[in-house]
């Protein structure tokens, strides 16, 4: 099984728990995890060994078991400024879109969704939202850079407030799995990064896409 959260699906099945009761287990559990400037190395870390797992357990769940019915799929939290494309996205690929969002945190909902450099998705980048209004400069914003690929690789998720004093906070490294949550607390308005290479020392991006994280008004 790989690493993809947009494949996090398995073919075995099992009948004793359903997926949307494992990922509020799972949101309650990353809520231990602080965010923004307050997430140090050791607790991304930790968060990502907890993601990890969540993945693998989601796969061993088999959701396409007969007794799964369509009812007891995730169903992701969506701004209701969110574009068609994130909707579609969410749609088809909703249990990533809810775990994607279970990492960032409570009360965070679904505002961009993208796949990276185009269809054949090399990355996904997820921005969510907090609030009504995320074309508001004050709106609090966080990011998840997925990678889709088969194996490790060079990513960069880089998100800039609005406000110059706030600036901008990112992760970056080898991943296997995603680069962030990367967050500002002004987030709306502002502009996400996403960058993805074989290696750091590689010249050729495979993903260099910079976005509004939010529209404006």
């Known amino acids: 099984m790989d690493n993809r959260m947009g494949d996090l699906i398995g073919s075995r099945r099992c009948y004793s728990l359903r997926p ?32 990890s797992a969540a993945v693998a357990t989601l796969g061993v769940l088999g959701v ?12 992701p939290s969506i701004s209701a400024k969110a574009d068609m494309n994130a909707r579609k996205i969410a749609a088809e690929n909703p249990v990533a879109v809810v775990a994607a969002a279970t990492v960032c945190g409570t009360g965070y909902n679904l505002y961009r969704a993208e796949q990276l450099p185009d269809a054949s998705r090399l990355g996904t980048l997820f921005v969510y939202v907090k609030g009504s209004n995320p074309a508001s400069n004050d709106a609090p914003t966080c990011a998840i850079f997925d990678n889709n690929t088969s194996g490790a690789k060079w990513m960069k998720l880089k998100l800039c407030s609005n406000y110059t004093a706030e600036g901008c906070a990112s992760d970056e490294g080898n991943f296997s799995q995603y680069a962030g949550p990367v967050y500002r607390a002004h987030g709306g308005c502002g502009t996400v990064t996403a960058l993805m ?21």
């Open 20 to 51: 949307s009761m494992f990922l509020e287990f799972l949101g309650r559990l990353l809520e231990w995890f602080p965010e923004g400037d307050l997430m140090t190395v050791r607790s991304r870390h930790a968060a990502r060994i907890v993601f």
């Open 64 to 75: 396409t078991a007969p007794q799964v019915a369509a009812a007891d799929r995730p169903v």
């Open 197 to 217: 290479k074989n290696t750091s020392s590689s010249s050729t991006y495979l993903v260099n896409a910079v976005r509004d994280s939010t529209n404006c008004n």
